[in-house]
């Protein structure tokens, strides 16, 4: 098979030609096709076609919050990395992962707990003073504690993605968030990721509608 050469500008576009092709038609109402085909062009997984799950309004509660100014809180390095900082910034947003800072850690070891725990509740701190949408492409734990401070109304997120990857209790957490009356985008299901939060975090503040 020949390697066609293809100039960098235009990969994604026909990237995305490709992605819409394959759907075969179907589509969803934007900002959610964004997200959708995003995701899709991240992972080359045409199961996020199917298992992306938004509450009502979501991806439009999401893409206004961004322009609001909304700060994004993640649990990962790697989600943080890849969460375009320049483009939030344009809008007043910041990108915070406390999951590696000395006093996270240190309570986490006294209260025998994860450090997403206790980062989701310095999280949950922002969220006093900006609006802030909680990415999580990891850790369960981190939607276990947002679910109970949000019962404990202690906490009132503009929007939470869901999306740690794994076995175990990462399809229970999902549930967790999926049942409470927040704003929530969620890849149901075993699969997510870093890249998969970052990238819809990504979608929504690349959306031009």
């Not at 999401?62 to 943080?80: C, E, F, L, N």
Request: charged share 25%.
């Amino acid at each position: 098979m020949a390697i066609t050469i293809v100039k960098p500008e235009e990969i994604e576009a026909r990237s995305m030609a490709t992605i819409v092709s394959e759907l075969n038609g179907r589509t969803w109402p934007e900002p959610q096709f964004s997200i959708v085909k995003r995701c899709i062009h991240t992972s080359a997984d045409f199961d996020y076609a199917d298992n992306l799950v938004f509450s009502e309004g979501a991806a439009e509660i999401g893409v206004k919050a961004i322009r609001s100014g909304a700060h994004i809180v993640t649990d990962t390095k790697m989600a943080a990395a890849g969460i375009n900082k320049k483009r939030l910034a344009e809008y007043g947003g910041e990108v915070h992962c406390f999951i590696s800072d000395e006093d996270v850690a240190e309570a986490a070891k006294e209260r025998g707990c994860t450090r997403a725990t206790v980062a989701m509740e310095k999280g949950a701190e922002i969220a006093k003073s900006h609006p802030v949408i909680f990415a999580i492409g990891n850790a369960p734990t981190a939607l276990v504690r947002i679910a109970e401070m949000v019962d404990a109304g202690e906490l009132s997120p503009a929007l939470i993605i869901g999306a740690p990857v794994g076995f175990v209790n990462v399809v229970e957490s999902k549930e967790l968030i999926m049942e409470r009356k927040v704003p929530f985008i969620v890849p149901k299901g075993r699969k997510g990721g870093s890249n998969i939060a970052a990238t819809i975090c990504n979608a929504m503040m690349y959306y031009k509608g």
